[in-house]
């Protein structure tokens, strides 16, 4: 009952794919793990059943959540008191008071403990006067990224302290390096597979700007839209501040979070940005991961060094039932990184730039493909024009055309 009132109190409507696969293995003696797309309410998942089995009378250790940013922590503590406010949780992260936190930890313990893998390392190892062996859960959140930021031997350190606690894994994308840290820390255990079950509503618009700088295309699509809230996703720092720059001589409410902030200033922009101070938010790979905001827009500015991160970008916009819009730019140069996105299953619609706004473009159904073209391209021309020129060339790139159809036709039969 406990999990039902509190999603009541929520708001939830209706229970996601992997909420309800964790609701119903949160009871197994085996360790779990979740593998469901960003913004589907991973969460709440593991925070409901987790509070729902706890003992509030107990003054120890039951809980432990370890996640890869100090921003998520933020998050993630933030979403835990608005369902029970009455537990006791501290959140441990770069910036906080470690001298103020030691004098508490001397007299207390917390009942469940949110950190990042660093600062939950130097209290439990380092200073030991973390006392997690009591914890009956032990949650591993955006694992995937965890393991980009090569927090394994981190984890390797921990994970003996908690060697009764049932471990949760939970990630959008199963990386490389999970499957030898499952096999050894985890043994048998539940997977909740929903990354294919649950549609994002994403609308993927993919502009072709060739050429064109990308700050004046940037300024024709804001020109055309009128965002609940835009995230605009840069690679490179000094692009991040022309970008900012930019769209702030507009007389626009925007904001700009890269690496350089501290922690109080991003966690007042998080708060600001939660309470719609700003449309546009200007920032890098950073806060592509866990950041719960309700974004209308995303627009990659340039794509990222790790396709992996389009996925995570776009992941921020359409949470929990919502739509979204999505909308890319792509250069001459960009090509080979979109035909790896379309294979990874990004069903991107093509969309141009013109003097009406964004326009989606239309293909004739007769229309020739980049293999046609190249074919028709190595068609010889004849040195000297003969007779009937036109209907021989014309012949050889209708028989050229052909052959390449027949190919194509024949590796789809």
């Not at 997977?191 to 024709?220: F, G």
């Not at 790896?340 to 991107?348: A, H, N, S």
């Not at 003097?355 to 989606?360: D, L, V």
Request: proline share 3%; with cysteine; charged share 30%.
């Amino acid at each position: 009952m406990y999990i039902e009132s509190k999603l009541k109190q929520l708001g939830f409507e209706k229970t996601t794919p992997i909420q309800d696969g964790v609701f119903k293995s949160i009871g197994s003696k085996k360790h779990l793990v979740g593998l469901a797309p960003t913004g589907t309410g991973k969460t709440h998942a593991y925070l409901l059943p987790i509070l729902a089995n706890m003992n509030f009378e107990r003054q120890e250790v039951q809980a432990v959540i370890t996640v890869p940013t100090n921003e998520l922590v933020i998050q993630v503590e933030k979403m835990l008191k608005e369902v029970e406010s009455s537990v006791r949780v501290r959140a441990y992260y770069g910036g906080s008071n470690k001298q103020r936190e030691q004098e508490w930890l001397e007299k207390y313990q917390p009942q469940i403990v949110i950190a990042t893998p660093q600062r939950l390392y130097e209290y439990v190892v380092e200073l030991n006067i973390l006392k997690i062996q009591t914890a009956r859960y032990f949650v591993l959140d955006e694992a995937d990224m965890m393991f980009d930021y090569d927090f394994l031997s981190l984890l390797d350190a921990i994970l003996p302290t908690v060697a009764r606690a049932k471990l949760l894994l939970f990630s959008a994308t199963f990386v490389q390096g999970m499957e030898p840290f499952i096999k050894k820390y985890f043994g048998a255990y539940d997977l909740i597979d929903t990354s294919k079950k649950h549609q994002l509503k994403i609308e993927y618009q993919l502009i072709n700007i060739k050429y064109q700088d990308r700050l004046e295309a940037l300024t024709q699509v804001i020109e055309n839209i009128n965002p609940y809230l835009c995230f605009i996703f840069v690679s490179k720092k000094e692009n991040q501040e022309a970008v900012f720059n930019s769209i702030q001589e507009k007389g626009l409410q925007v904001v700009n979070i890269n690496s350089t902030l501290g922690v109080k200033k991003r966690s007042k922009i998080i708060e600001d940005i939660n309470e719609l101070k700003y449309q546009y938010v200007v920032t890098s790979d950073l806060a592509a991961r866990g950041l719960d905001f309700k974004i209308s827009h995303i627009i990659h500015f340039d794509l990222p060094h790790h396709l992996e991160f389009f996925m995570h970008r776009s992941g921020r916009t359409a949470r929990m039932y919502d739509s979204g819009v999505v909308i890319t730019f792509m250069t001459v140069n960009d090509h080979r990184k979109i035909e790896k996105l379309k294979e990874k299953g990004i069903p991107f619609k093509n969309y141009q730039l013109t003097k009406e706004g964004i326009k989606k473009v239309v293909v004739k159904h007769n229309a020739i493909s980049d293999e046609e073209k190249d074919a028709i391209a190595k068609i010889q021309k004849p040195k000297k024009v003969t007779p009937n020129y036109k209907k021989k060339n014309a012949e050889l790139v209708r028989k050229a055309k052909q052959e390449i159809r027949r190919k194509k036709y024949g590796q789809n039969r």
